[in-house]
């Protein structure tokens, strides 16, 4: 796609606070606006998309003490994009900018993608669980889900239905109460 000799094809990044980050991109009439918010071990996302015509001039990044506003400059006139926490809006033009800062807006070529990475496997204590294959291990005890294709097998008796006195796999009447096993 050619674009317009006065049309930005650029995306723009901009940091509200440490680990909360603003990108912007704009293709043609859509303007896509994506948040992320991200700690080790924690990380959130939004993005939303919207028509604003292409953009004429890089946008500009204010901040105040409810949130942040983006200024867009589009072919259509200016339009305001409102950004709570992760919540995206489009504003219009008629945001208050009383008291506002404005923010460094920086050139990117790389927009955040949603996709994450696998979970490793967890671990508490004695626990340990795992995602693919979806198994859990705490102390003797382990729970598996197996695929769809696979068949699963009989576990092996432990116990005594009865009186719950331990028993080996192949006893054939509890030791502890005479309970018929099979």
């Not at 080790?40 to 003490?65: D, L």
């Not at 339009?79 to 945001?95: F, K, M, R």
């Not at 068949?151 to 009865?162: G, I, K």
Request: charged share 5%; proline share 9%; with cysteine.
């Amino acid at each position: 796609m050619i674009a317009p000799p006065n049309q930005i094809i650029m995306a723009y990044v901009c940091e509200l606070n440490p680990g909360h980050h603003v990108y912007l991109d704009n293709q043609g009439d859509q303007t896509t606006v994506i948040t992320t918010m991200g700690m080790p071990g924690q990380q959130q996302q939004a993005s939303s998309s919207m028509t604003t015509g292409p953009w004429i001039a890089p946008p500009a990044g204010y901040q105040n003490t409810t949130g942040a506003i983006v200024k867009l400059f589009t072919a259509q006139g200016e339009t305001c994009v409102y950004i709570q926490g992760n919540a995206i809006t489009l504003a219009g033009s008629e945001v208050s900018m009383v008291g506002a800062q404005q923010l460094s807006m920086q050139q990117t070529v790389a927009m955040p993608t949603s996709s994450m990475p696998p979970m490793p496997p967890m671990t508490m204590g004695t626990m340990q669980m795992t995602m693919n294959p979806m198994e859990m291990h705490m102390g003797n005890m382990e729970l598996k889900m197996n695929a769809a294709n696979q068949v699963p097998q009989p576990a092996a008796r432990q116990f005594c239905s009865q009186c719950g006195a331990k028993v080996a796999p192949g006893d054939n009447f509890c030791s502890s109460c005479g309970h018929a096993l099979s």
